[in-house]
């Protein structure tokens, strides 16, 4: 059963920087595509950063392009979202993913997430 685990989530005021961490488990983590994702408070869920597989490739949203950067680190099974510059906009509860599938790039639908860990920007 896959087990995704967000952490470093919190409080910052604006223009202050979190690093987000994801730990995964019961998968062939270095075999898929990973993702961040976020949700607002009555907005939907949105993407904001994918990776692939080996760390090569990535992709973002524009609303964070330039202030985040996604990283994976495949021995220990773990992925990271770098936020700096950050906005009270970028408050919402932030997802971590893994592609449905293995080995593609781009990434297709997301089919296992974590359980989110909170943001919170204040100006």
């Known amino acids: 059963q896959v087990q995704l685990v967000e952490s470093g989530g919190g409080l910052v005021q604006a223009g202050g920087s979190l690093r987000l961490s994801c730990a995964a488990s019961g998968l062939i983590f270095g075999s898929y595509a990973m993702g961040w994702f976020r949700q607002a408070p009555g907005k939907e869920r949105e993407f904001v950063a994918a990776i692939s597989t080996n760390g090569a490739l990535s992709n973002y949203a524009d609303s964070v392009k330039g202030r985040f950067t996604v990283s994976r680190d495949n021995a220990k099974n773990a992925v990271s979202l770098q936020m700096n510059s950050l906005k009270p906009e970028d408050t919402a509860i932030y997802y971590c993913?893994?592609?449905?599938?293995?080995?593609?790039?781009?990434?297709?639908?997301?089919?296992?997430w974590g359980q989110g860990t909170q943001v919170t920007v204040f100006s």
């Open positions: 993913a893994a592609d449905l599938a293995r080995l593609r790039w781009p990434p297709g639908k997301f089919g296992s």
